[in-house]
């Protein structure tokens, strides 16, 4: 069973900064596409971000340019950069892993491709 671990969220101005962390129990980590996905409350859960095994990444445009996702596979770990932060991206976020092929470049996007997902974290923004 694969288990994911999100830390990082808390409540930061308009225009702050947050990072978040998600560390992955498991020893093929580098196998694994990931994503963050986020859902404020009466919303869907919307994609964010996702990261290949190869280290490619894709991004929302609503969160292009301000969001970096990166990964460490010594450390099973996928962070998060969050900066110039809006009020839009209060929401909880979850992180989330697929299997992939070993350096693949493929990013996924849809809710329903990923099969391990984390508890997620609370983001909140104030304006």
């Known amino acids: 069973q694969v288990q994911l671990v999100e830390s990082g969220g808390g409540l930061v101005q308009t225009g702050g900064s947050l990072r978040l962390s998600c560390v992955v129990s498991g020893r093929t980590f580098s196998r694994y596409a990931v994503g963050w996905f986020r859902q404020a409350p009466g919303k869907e859960r919307e994609w964010v971000t996702s990261i290949s095994g190869s280290g490619r990444t894709y991004s929302a445009t609503s969160v292009k340019g301000r969001f970096t996702i990166s990964r460490d596979n010594a450390k099973n770990t996928v962070s998060l950069q969050m900066n110039s932060l809006k009020p839009e991206d209060t929401a909880v976020y979850y992180c989330?892993?697929?299997?992939?092929?070993?350096?693949?470049?493929?990013?996924?996007?849809?809710?329903?491709?990923?099969?391990?997902w984390g508890q997620g974290t609370q983001v909140t923004v104030s304006s």
């Open positions: 989330a892993v697929v299997s992939a092929p070993l350096f693949s470049s493929l990013v996924y996007v849809r809710r329903s491709e990923y099969d391990y």
